[in-house]
């Protein structure tokens, strides 16, 4: 995806957050690209379940489609809770590389250790509700939704 | 949500008029108290609601709502298949047949408090819960299709339940239409290792002492008694509950698009109930039933065993089993006349009263229980289906205390291992492998469930039978 991207604010290049939901869990990720906010609401979701560091022992590779980058980061969260679940893992680090409608994403982390993880919630996918990816005034691209927990 | 902006039909009841593209009004059952401590988006989700094609009557606002996806949790909506009517993946929500149940001990509060700390720790180490907790049944593909098609009597013929159960589950513990081959592969891997598993965030396993009777000819025949112990326990369909909803969610959304059906949010994606999209979901949801039904058969089951290992003459007898993330096919009267309708039922409980044919002959004279979760502080209730309550909501009632306050709020606010201990200084014995996990769902971050259920009980939803305290709180 072609960026002219003026220089962004430094503290806020990489940055996550959590915001509040009625039940449930908000993510936003920042980046300079799609892809780098992406990583960052990863980030984001894997900080949701546990406080503890995640080691990148194993990668996992993961590829999603949809229509539009909103839809897109919809799947590219589901897929991660996908492998979580699947492989009882946690991931710490994330590469994403989005063409057009696809991505194409690789995870690292390790099996979930329920007493040093000790994770706080199980994610059960991630919703359409308060999403958006968008590129902010100063030029950080955004993306954010609701997880439900 | 300021109550003002509503109209008030009477101290529980208030109505959103029809306005714009809402085809039929939404009621709000709940005191004025409630409504003002609501988010403003539940109001906007129950009239997004209104809007969907073929809604019959009203969509309808339970008393413990809160904000949900596209519904409000606490949301329920009927529609005719024959009049336009939709299936909303949203409208039965990520968890599906999430639900509650309570087994009678024959035990006493005292008898539980004997060995209150080994019962605990033994519960806690059986009973697998949270992410990264393994159940230890894995299904090949022809018994994951065995147990989506059969639901708890599945359960019950592998020998991982009751056959005396099954009358006190819904749909007799299996519900008919199911389609194991509409349910993806993803979402069957999801589920491979998850039979008899807790899950996390609001789920529970309880051990809890009547603490106060309300209805004495009901709780006699509920057989419930002051200081009885009971088991109750909350969860759902696990993993592949949630893929079924991921998948069609997506999927709903091009289908109504297609349909023509403006959506006020795109949570609310659904399909026509008569078009292939819409039956392919219905039959894979109802696999999803099956799903939830079985785990928490074999999670009673799990239950029974350790509590025969404490008191080799227990025996855990169903009270009943109720689901609360649910679409049914239903009969109901509609201006006087009885029509087939698709009750969708987003963090309500069905709640039939006296008489209904569906009840098991034990219950049928006095209507169907209704289980009320509360927070691990506070406590819980058995409510009843009242005869009114088809009139005014479908037969619904509120299904839990319902959140008042973010995690994220609630995080900031409480410390996982205070909590932990000031339950344990009321009797109350937390296990969980999360002490934030703990902090998340603290007491304070729930509505008073006490309010909650009178409204009920005002609005004519469901009466009040019995209050329980918690002994023992297992979660995910």
Redesign the interface.
């Not at chain 2, 809160?66 to 596209?70: A, L, V």
């Not at chain 2, 492998?433 to 996990?437: A, E, K, L, N």
């Given at each position: 995806m072609a960026l002219n991207c003026s220089a962004p604010p430094v503290e806020r290049r990489g940055g996550w957050e959590h915001f509040p939901h009625g039940a449930d869990v908000g993510l936003r990720g920042w980046g300079a690209t799609p892809a780098e906010a992406f990583e960052a609401a990863a980030h984001a979701l894997t900080v949701a379940v546990t406080d503890a560091r995640v080691e990148p022992r194993d990668s996992v590779h993961v590829t999603c489609e949809a229509p539009d980058l909103e839809l897109l980061f919809v799947e590219w969260l589901n897929a991660v809770i996908y492998e979580m679940a699947v492989r009882n893992m946690l991931f710490g680090r994330f590469a994403v590389r989005i063409e057009g409608a696809r991505l194409e994403g690789t995870l690292w982390g390790e099996p979930v250790d329920v007493v040093r993880h000790a994770p706080a919630c199980e994610p059960k996918g991630a919703t359409y509700t308060e999403l958006k990816v968008a590129r902010e005034a100063d030029g950080v691209w955004s993306a954010a939704c609701i997880v439900d927990v | 949500m300021d109550p003002g902006r509503f109209t008030r039909v009477d101290s529980a009841t208030w109505r959103i008029e029809t306005t714009g593209s809402m085809r039929v009004p939404a009621i709000i059952y709940a005191d004025e108290s409630l409504i003002a401590d609501m988010?403003d988006?539940v109001g906007e989700q129950a009239v997004n609601v209104a809007t969907l094609p073929g809604i019959v009557q009203a969509s309808y606002v339970m008393p413990d709502a809160?904000?949900?996806?596209?519904f409000p949790?606490g949301g329920v909506a009927a529609f005719d298949a024959d009049r336009g009517g939709v299936v909303s993946g949203g409208g039965v929500g990520?968890?599906i047949s999430c639900g509650v149940r309570t087994m009678l001990t024959g035990l006493t509060a005292s008898d539980i408090v004997l060995v209150q700390k080994s019962l605990a720790e033994s519960l806690f180490h059986q009973i697998p819960a949270?992410?990264?907790?393994?159940g230890a049944i894995a299904l090949d593909a022809s018994e994951m299709d065995a147990m989506l098609a059969g639901g708890a009597q599945w359960a019950v013929e592998r020998g991982w339940g009751a056959a005396h159960d099954l009358e006190r589950i819904e749909e007799a513990g299996r519900m008919a239409g199911a389609r194991p081959d509409f349910v993806s592969d993803?979402a069957k891997?999801?589920q491979?290792r998850e039979m008899g598993t807790l899950?996390?965030?609001?789920h529970y396993l309880e051990v809890q002492a009547v603490a106060e009777i309300l209805d004495t000819t009901v709780a006699g025949v509920f057989g419930l008694a002051r200081d009885d112990a009971v088991v109750t326990i909350h969860c759902g369909s696990r993993?592949l509950g949630?893929?079924i909803?991921?998948e069609f969610?997506?999927e709903m959304?091009a289908t109504a698009k297609g349909a023509g059906i403006a959506l006020a949010?795109?949570?609310l994606?659904c399909a026509p109930i008569h078009s292939e999209v819409g039956q392919r979901y219905l039959g894979a949801m109802r696999a999803g039933v099956n799903c939830a039904l079985a785990n928490r058969e074999i999670l009673g089951h799990y239950a029974r065993r350790v509590f025969t290992h404490f008191f080799p003459n227990s025996d855990l007898r169903l009270l009943f089993d109720v689901s609360h993330n649910t679409c049914k096919v239903e009969s109901h009267l509609v201006d006087g006349k009885r029509r087939d309708l698709f009750v969708h039922r987003k963090g309500a409980t069905r709640a039939f009263g006296p008489g209904h044919e569906s009840l098991p002959a034990a219950l049928r004279s006095v209507g169907q229980p209704v289980l009320v979760g509360g927070s691990m502080g506070t406590g819980s209730y058995v409510l009843v289906g009242e005869a009114t309550s088809e009139a005014r909501a479908f037969s619904s009632a509120c299904h839990g205390a319902g959140?008042a306050m973010?995690?994220?709020?609630a995080l900031r606010q409480w410390s996982g291992r205070a909590i932990v201990d000031d339950l344990a200084s009321r009797g109350i014995l937390i296990r969980s492998?999360?002490?934030?996990?703990v902090a998340?769902e603290a007491p304070g971050a729930y509505k008073d469930v006490d309010a909650v259920v009178v409204a009920a009980e005002r609005a004519g939803l469901a009466r009040r039978v019995a209050r329980l305290r918690p002994l023992i709180c297992i979660k995910?």
């Open positions: - | 988010d988006k809160h904000w949900g996806y596209g949790i990520f968890d949270g992410l990264g907790s393994e993803h891997e999801r491979r899950g996390s965030g609001n993993g949630h893929q909803g991921t969610l997506k959304l949010d795109r949570e994606a959140r973010s995690r994220h709020a492998p999360s002490t934030r996990g998340e995910g």
